[in-house]
């Protein structure tokens, strides 16, 4: 009589469960150490320029300190460069295939030059610092468990979830954030190590900073759906200025190479020496701006005022941003939407249009708009001001601004930012016939040449071979006369060397150029 074979478990799930605690813990308290750093070096700085109106003779030394701060800054980017900037583009393009670099030296310069930026009121974010700050702990875990391909890229995606959801304590949003604008994958594994991974860090955060949500923004009832008609306008103004902070933000760093004045590690010289005089003016402004948003919240500026404020903030985030100094753009973005909610709001008010008791909520679903419309990332617009405010009762008017302005972005040709980002930092790859093997998920979107096409009158990037094609919930075996559908994934081997190579010419291909040879 045959003995019975033991039955076999698949535990893939529970280790991705496993390892996502893993990066979450180590991850969430990271980033935690980095937002409090921030917190109180941003409460600090504006201290001691309120001490400095009273004594402007110490103002000189104050100058060769913020000179001193630009110049180690400066230098730990020019030695580390992939600490530039946001962060995002960075893992984004790690998950890719296209960027890498080496953990520990990428973890302690960005993190401590972050704190120095930042913290010295620079109109930078913390959140994307805190992305690639997360997403690099998760690569240094990968790297100690040996782990390489998927495995590491998993850990890696879940590591940047758990990095925005310590800096804003929203876990859904930002597991969502991960899958639709940096992974641009909603594989089981990936959303299961992420979503873990952003629970796990939310608890870290919650136990330092307690329980009340980052952007908590008092409003006395919901918006009626009479005033409705006001959030189409306010959407396309969200997705007009959004184009353009776009454009500015994207060829601010070509303005300082075109001045040839400084050294480009020494960029930085100019923003920190800039946020003297707005911080002896304006001490409120400094920083990322969630002070200043609920702020504002509770007591709004008259009209006048808060074009001021925003042009400012504008100007000088784009400043900050360009010189290439390690800082975000994402809760920038959130100011100056909220911002632009309130102008929106006061106009209104002046008008006669709607009761003043409203302002507030404007703020908030500017936010989401002006975001939803710069980033392309709609659903992760509602739903991250949905958890950073905490209230339910906004989804409606949230949809109704992310969709508008999203689309008036749309038709004027805007890319998502953080992806255009991308674009400018990576090189053309060269194809590569060595090494390890790896399995590269390519998505067939609505708008993608590749779509409605047969397998066999596709040119294939060298060395790579169509496996599988994930359809819904079952998978196809590939044939010459399949055809290709949009909201197809394609699994693809390749070898580990050649991944940004396939997926850049995967992009070719889908962009017009279905039939031609790809080079060797």
Sequence with gaps: MKQKQPTQHDLTRLNAIAFGSLVGLLAGAVVS???????????LAQGCYGWLGQHPLWLIPWVILMLILAVIVGRWTKQTPMIKGSGIPQIEGQLAGELDYAWW?????????????????????????SIQLGGTVAQGVAERLNFTGSRRRLMIAGGAAAGLSAAFNAPIASTLFILEEVYHSFSTLVWLTALTSAVVANFVSNE???????????????????????????????????FGYQWATLHSGDWYAKLKVLPQWLNGVVPFLLII???????????????????FAQHTPLLIPLIGYFILRFCFSTISYGSGLPGGIFLPILTLGALLGAIGARSFVELGWLPKMFVANFMIYAM????????KAPFTAILLITEMVGTLQHLMPLAVVSIVAYITVDILGGAPIYEAMLERMVKPAVSSSQGPTDRLEYPVEESSEIAGEQVRDLSWPVGSLLVSVRRGEREVIPHGDTILRTGDTLIIFTYQRNRAYVRQQLDRIRRNDVHQNIPN
């Excluded at 030296?105 to 610092?129: D, H, N, V």
């Excluded at 005089?277 to 702020?295: A, H, R």
């Design 33 to 43: 150490v980095f937002r409090l750093a921030i917190e109180r070096l941003l409460i």
């Design 105 to 129: 030296p990428a973890l302690w310069k960005k993190f401590i030059s972050g704190i120095l930026g930042i913290g010295s009121g620079l109109f930078l974010g913390r959140e994307g610092p």
């Design 208 to 242: 330092v900073f307690g329980l009340t949500p980052v952007l908590h923004i008092n409003f006395q009832q919901a918006l009626p759906l009479k005033y409705y008609g006001l959030l189409l306008v306010l959407g396309i103004g969200l997705g007009l200025l959004g």
């Design 277 to 295: 005089p707005i911080g002896l003016l304006w001490p409120e402004t400094l920083g990322g701006g969630n002070q200043m948003i609920v702020g």
């Design 368 to 375: 989401a708009g002006y975001f939803a419309g710069i980033s």
